[in-house]
Nanobody, 118 residues
Framework: VQLQASGGGLVQAGGSLRLSCAVS????????TAWFRQAPGKEREFVAG?????FYADSVKGRFTISRDNAKNTVYLQMNSLKPEDTAVYYC???????????????WGQGTLVTVSS
């Protein structure tokens, strides 16, 4: 299984970015996919997940939207109203259980850097 994340970059506070994660090597629709992030000096944290429903960390609710296109084997993270504290490396992940815990995801992408300037 391979996951390829893309779409990161530099954006001003209040701006938007859309991250993409292309998944190959498994039946995409059978698995949960999620986004996690890791800011400098901090532990990796859950951001958003999707399988039969979507679920979000409290810190991004109302600003971020996760979606997936099963025909394209791709999961997206639309990020609006970005804040400097959203600055992090964002990772996509896939697994058999749709949870907020990174241990439940066994396949990970390489990460894409999002930097939000104030």
């Amino acid at each position: 299984v391979q996951l390829q994340a893309s779409g990161g970059g530099l954006v001003q506070a209040g701006g938007s970015l859309r991250l993409s994660c292309a998944v190959s090597g498994r039946i995409f629709s059978n698995y949960a996919t999620a986004w996690f992030r890791q800011a400098p000096g901090k532990e990796r944290e859950f951001v958003a997940g999707i399988r039969y429903a979507t679920f979000y960390a409290d810190s991004v609710k109302g600003r971020f939207t996760i979606s997936r296109d099963n025909a394209k084997n791709t999961v997206y993270l639309q990020m609006n109203s970005l804040k400097p504290e959203d600055t992090a490396v964002y990772y996509c992940a896939a697994g058999s259980r749709a949870t907020m815990y990174d241990d439940d995801y066994d396949s990970w992408g390489q990460g894409t850097l999002v930097t939000v300037s104030s």
